[in-house]
Nanobody
């Protein structure tokens, strides 16, 4: 049984920072790639960042423009997304996901087998 639980969402003013956490159970982070996605009302789910089982990272540069950092603590089974210089357009529900489908690129939602419930991030002007 794989479970993902996002923590750390909330309301923040433009220019501020938030750190999202994803608690993982039932799967080792030393052998599983993890991703962060976000979805705003009326829009498709968008890739934000990925961290591979070996620690390599991939970002959606068009969306985060160097402002976000994905990391993990394997011993604690935790994945993090540090978000700095937040903008109103960052407002969305943020989802943590565990990869499990080897036939898709890690930037695609189809590469991920398990998803958390999501956490709301709201950035005010």
């Amino acid at each position: 049984q794989v479970q993902l639980v996002e923590l750390g969402g909330g309301l923040v003013q433009a220019g501020g920072s938030l750190r999202l956490s994803c608690a993982v159970s039932g799967r080792s982070l030393s052998s599983t790639g993890m991703g962060w996605f976000r979805q705003a009302p009326g829009k498709e789910r968008e890739f934000v960042a990925h961290i591979g089982w070996s620690g390599g990272t991939i970002y959606n540069k068009d969306s985060v423009k160097g402002r976000f950092t994905i990391s993990k603590d394997v011993a604690k089974n935790m994945v993090y997304l540090q978000m700095n210089s937040l903008k109103p357009e960052d407002t969305a529900i943020y989802y943590c996901a565990a990869a499990g489908r080897p036939y898709y690129t890690v930037t695609s939602v189809h590469a991920y087998e398990y998803w958390g419930q999501g956490t709301q991030v709201t950035v005010s002007s």
